[in-house]
T-cell receptor, first 117, second 110 residues
Framework: EAGVAQSPRYKIIEKRQSVAFWCNPI?????LYWYQQILGQGPKLLIQ????????DSQLPKDRFSAERLKGVDSTLKIQPAKLEDSAVYLC???????????????FGPGTRLTVT | GENVEQHPSTLSVQEGDSAVIKCTYS??????FPWYKQELGKRPQLIID???NVGEKKDQRIAVTLNKTAKHFSLHITETQPEDSAVYFC?????????WGAGTKLIIKP
């Protein structure tokens, strides 16, 4: 079974520039998560999709961050404009999300390390 | 909403000794409690999980215990080895998502 794919793996941009990250979840997984992990901290959920609908985006800074999952499979996360404090690893995870406790097992992609200078 | 507290933030043990990491949660409706291991520069990986209908679960050198009455669960690692050095995160499910602890940095001293 292929894992969660993310690209790019690394990105360096200047503040006020824009950046986009891509995620392809495990085949058949209905739920997709984007996390932000700042060095030395735990993952912080930014947005959760169930198929192509948003379940929770309460911690997404909507003035600069946006995310979509148009066909219920791949997802993109965009930052525009970037700030210095956005430097972090952006992790994508997926889970079956079909109901029942087994649906909560989350599998993570390798992450995208973003550096904003 | 759910709150998960994890202790200690750093744990240093001698190689071969046991390590215990503890978490408490607030949502009595939580039923799923996974533990993730994150090595430096790598993604979090699920190492063991427990569901509310079970009090203890073991997998080789690692075990997790759950006390639903007290709302706490713990990770136990026996016979620690250098490769156990990592950051460990506990989590609890709430409203179809995981609420994460702050993490414990486990250091194995040779």
């Amino acid at each position: 079974e292929a894992g969660v794919a993310q690209s790019p793996r690394y990105k360096i941009i200047e503040k006020r520039q824009s950046v986009a990250f891509w995620c392809n979840p495990i085949s058949g997984h209905a739920t997709l998560y984007w996390y932000q992990q700042i060095l030395g901290q735990g993952p912080k959920l930014l947005i959760q999709f169930q198929n192509n609908g948003v379940v929770d985006d309460s911690q997404l800074p909507k003035d600069r961050f946006s995310a979509e999952r148009l066909k219920g499979v791949d997802s993109t996360l965009k930052i525009q404009p970037a700030k210095l404090e956005d430097s972090a690893v952006y992790l994508c995870a997926s889970s079956q999300g079909t109901g029942g406790t087994s649906s909560y097992e989350q599998y993570f992609g390798p992450g995208t390390r973003l550096t904003v200078t | 909403g759910e709150n998960v507290e994890q202790h200690p933030s750093t744990l240093s043990v001698q190689e071969g000794d046991s390590a215990v990491i503890k978490c408490t949660y607030s949502d009595s409706a939580s039923n799923y409690f996974p533990w993730y291991k994150q090595e430096l520069g790598k993604r979090p990986q699920l190492i063991i999980d427990i569901r509310s209908n079970v009090g203890e679960k073991k997998d080789q050198r690692i075990a997790v215990t759950l006390n639903k009455t007290a709302k706490h669960f713990s990770l136990h690692i026996t016979e620690t080895q250098p490769e156990d050095s990592a950051v460990y995160f506990c989590a609890a499910d709430s409203n179809y998502q995981l609420i994460w602890g702050a993490g414990t940095k486990l250091i194995i001293k040779p």
